[in-house]
């Protein structure tokens, strides 16, 4: 299968800073990214969709204003958690497809994120 | 929209006995049935998918099979051992223009291989 990156697996910050995850695929060029969040013992709840070059769609219900999304290059898209708060604490997973692969999906090993 | 529900929620099995599960979606169009196994505190890791133009697909221990007309899907492992117990999820997606399609999931499957 094709390997997807995320840096870092694990954070810790304090309330009301930004944190940064960065998402890559090594060995495929992504034509599209997904950001998931994920609570404890529950499903993958899609973020948002972004498309290398163009503006990030987000699911309802989901603050693009503290969730912003930047699909720089085919191979890099990052989520930034602006203004962290307690609640924002949680496992995100950045996922990555391309239709040089029959667009099948392939994600991150996910980014553990405390907010204190 | 889209609407995909796996059953059962959790799963104990001996080592070396099968497990099934399964999955229903709603949309008759959907088109891309993958599988995921999650291990705790990592990312979901494709390990098996269908198309709706075939009905059954095998790769050693794991075969995933698709009823179109009922609009459900399985996956069934054979021989299982301690290190099958992970998390499960089933998704299924349909076509639209554009490539914004995307996965729907299921509520996952914990499965417990006993040794």
């Known amino acids: 299968g094709a390997v997807v990156s995320q840096h870092p697996s694990r954070v810790i910050c304090k309330s009301g800073t930004s944190v940064k995850i960065e998402c890559r695929s090594l060995d495929f060029q992504a034509t599209t990214m997904f950001w998931y969040r994920q609570f404890p013992k529950k499903s993958l709840m899609l973020m948002a969709t972004?498309?290398?070059?163009?503006?990030?769609?987000?699911e309802q219900g989901v603050e693009k204003d503290k969730f912003l999304i930047n699909h720089a290059s085919l191979t890099l898209s990052t989520l930034t958690v602006t203004s962290a708060h307690p609640e924002d604490s949680s496992f995100y997973i950045c996922s990555a497809r391309t239709m040089e692969r029959g667009y099948e999906q392939y994600f991150g090993p996910g980014t553990r994120l405390t907010v204190t | 929209g889209e609407n995909v529900e796996q059953h059962p929620s959790t799963l104990s099995v001996q080592e070396g006995d099968s497990a099934v599960i399964k999955c229903t979606y709603s949309?008759?169009?959907?088109?891309?049935f993958p599988w995921y196994k999650q291990e705790l505190g990592k990312g979901p890791q494709l390990i098996i998918d269908i198309r709706s133009n075939v009905g059954e697909k095998k790769d050693q221990r794991i075969a995933v099979t698709l009823n179109k007309t009922a609009k459900h899907f399985s996956l069934h492992i054979t021989e299982t051992q301690p290190e099958d117990s992970a998390v499960y999820f089933c998704?299924?997606?349909?076509?639209?223009?554009?490539?914004?399609?995307?996965?729907?999931f299921g509520t996952g499957t914990l499965l417990a291989v006993q040794p």
């Open positions: 998704a299924a997606r349909s076509p639209s223009r554009g490539a914004t399609n995307k996965l729907i």
């Open positions: 972004s498309n290398e070059g163009s503006k990030a769609t987000y």
């Open positions: 949309d008759s169009a959907s088109n891309y």
